[in-house]
């Protein structure tokens, strides 16, 4: 979490259900106020990756672990000077082999396995105690970018 406190720029990756969850910690992170973006498009987040540095995070999420579009630009991040953190239900995987900081959800699919419903949920929670530890850490700035940013939503659903 110090990481992500301290960076310059916090970029996440992933795939389907997994790209879901990277756009949940982009909203989240930049709500309170970090500069952070989501990537679902591998050309994009190749491109994102590339462009990282040191003080920066970068977020591989992937159930398997094993996903390219999520493994190679993590890996790019990582050779750029990213800090690197991967969501991974596998521990064993690549991603959470190349990653300095591995954080393991926990869910099984059903048969139904309806938009990879328990391997999703348990990502967001990663991602909420994630979330909680950062704004925890940063309270005041917190406090003050989520007020700014209910401010700007709610003047602006007023006037429509």
């Given at each position: 979490m110090?990481?992500i406190?301290?960076?310059?720029?916090?970029d996440?990756?992933g795939v389907?259900?997994?790209?879901?969850v990277?756009?949940?910690?982009?909203?989240?992170?930049?709500r309170i106020?970090?500069?952070?973006?989501?990537?679902?498009?591998a050309?994009?987040a190749l491109?994102?990756?590339v462009l990282?540095?040191a003080?920066d995070?970068?977020?591989?999420?992937s159930?398997s672990g094993?996903?390219?579009d999520v493994?190679?630009p993590?890996?790019?991040?990582?050779e750029a000077?990213a800090?690197?953190?991967a969501?991974?239900?596998?521990?064993?995987?690549?991603?959470?082999?190349m990653?300095?900081h591995?954080?393991?959800?926990?869910?099984r699919?059903?048969?139904?396995?309806?938009g990879?419903?328990?391997s999703r949920?348990?990502q967001l929670?990663?991602v909420?105690?994630v979330?909680?530890?950062?704004?925890?850490?940063?309270?005041?700035?917190s406090?003050?970018?989520l007020?700014?940013t209910?401010?700007?939503?709610?003047?602006?659903?007023?006037?429509?």
């Amino acid at each position: 979490m110090d990481a992500i406190v301290g960076a310059r720029r916090i970029d996440s990756y992933g795939v389907g259900a997994s790209g879901l969850v990277a756009e949940d910690v982009a909203q989240k992170l930049m709500r309170i106020g970090l500069s952070s973006h989501a990537f679902q498009d591998a050309h994009l987040a190749l491109t994102s990756a590339v462009l990282l540095k040191a003080g920066d995070v970068a977020i591989g999420i992937s159930t398997s672990g094993e996903t390219p579009d999520v493994l190679e630009p993590l890996r790019l991040a990582g050779e750029a000077g990213a800090t690197t953190v991967a969501i991974t239900n596998n521990p064993r995987s690549s991603l959470a082999a190349m990653a300095e900081h591995v954080l393991i959800s926990a869910g099984r699919e059903t048969e139904f396995r309806p938009g990879a419903l328990a391997s999703r949920i348990s990502q967001l929670l990663v991602v909420d105690c994630v979330f909680v530890g950062v704004a925890q850490r940063t309270f005041d700035s917190s406090q003050e970018a989520l007020q700014s940013t209910r401010r700007a939503v709610a003047e602006f659903t007023r006037k429509r």
